[in-house]
């Protein structure tokens, strides 16, 4: 009996292994067919993010804007870094960073920016110079001085992937809201980063933000985009989730102040352990806020 129970439990992790975030796999008839809701799920179906409650103003006893940084090389948050290589895995599983490109090139995600206070809209035609680079060798030149028509091989073309994408930006806004007597935090802004298209193959190249998002344009989005649940394959956790959740680990590197935002590299200059001890008691700060509140 015990050794039944085993077998059908190892099967159903194997299963489920196979199924992650592939909706009617189980029911499917062809391949096809995985991934794809009837029609009658599509019309019962009400998933969708878990809408922002209004805050009035006079709420807000206290708050705080923050500028973090992810970095993906840490193992937190790979989720949100892979997978890379799209050539030899499902369409179901896509990089937050392909997400987010796919659905800006479409237009599903309109409003773009150039920096993180969202003052200078920018379009798809114009990222295409931060977004790619086109070179011609000089053997293309010399073709090209010669009156002739470039031949295609010697046209090297490069474009910003997912595997160049070294971390995230993101903006937010911790709030105290003395009507529920709770510290919150809203993500306002998200932007990849990425080498400078231009300098990509130097040995340092400068990282630059490639834009900016209005976070809450993008929630819907980022719903139904699925990241890896290395725990548990068959419940995949959705990317608005991961962010609006801070299932990831973060360095503040800049907070508003009252020298113009400077960011914390300004003033702790060329010591990167003294710039991480001051992210973290700004940290510490934020969260002793709370916690002061109910001391008597």
Known sequence: ?????????????????????????????????????????????????????????????????TWEV??????????????????????????????????????????????????????????????SRVDTTDLGFEQYNAGETVDPQYINKREIASADVSEYRIRGYYYFDKRQGELRYRLLGIAPVAPDVNFIDDDEPDMVPLFWIWYPDAREILHNAKAFNRKNTSMPFTYDHILNARRFNSMIYKEDNIQGDRAIKDYVVDNALMQLLESERIKEGIRNFEMDMWSY
């Open 1 to 65: 009996m015990n050794l039944r129970n085993f077998l059908v439990t190892v099967l159903g992790l194997f299963i489920t292994s196979f199924s992650f975030g592939q909706a009617n796999i189980l029911n499917a008839d062809d391949p096809d067919d995985i991934g794809k809701k009837t029609q009658e799920q599509i019309l019962n179906d009400n998933d969708r993010p878990l809408e922002y409650g209004y805050v009035d103003e006079r709420d807000v006893l206290w708050a705080k804007t």
């Open 70 to 131: 992810i970095d993906l090389d840490e193992r937190i948050n790979f989720p949100l870094y892979y997978p890379i290589d799209t050539n030899n895995i499902g369409a179901n599983r896509r990089s937050l960073y392909d997400v987010l490109m796919t659905n800006v090139k479409n237009g599903k995600i309109k409003n773009i920016y150039s920096d993180s206070y969202f003052t200078e809209t920018r379009t798809i035609e114009d990222l295409s110079t931060t977004l």
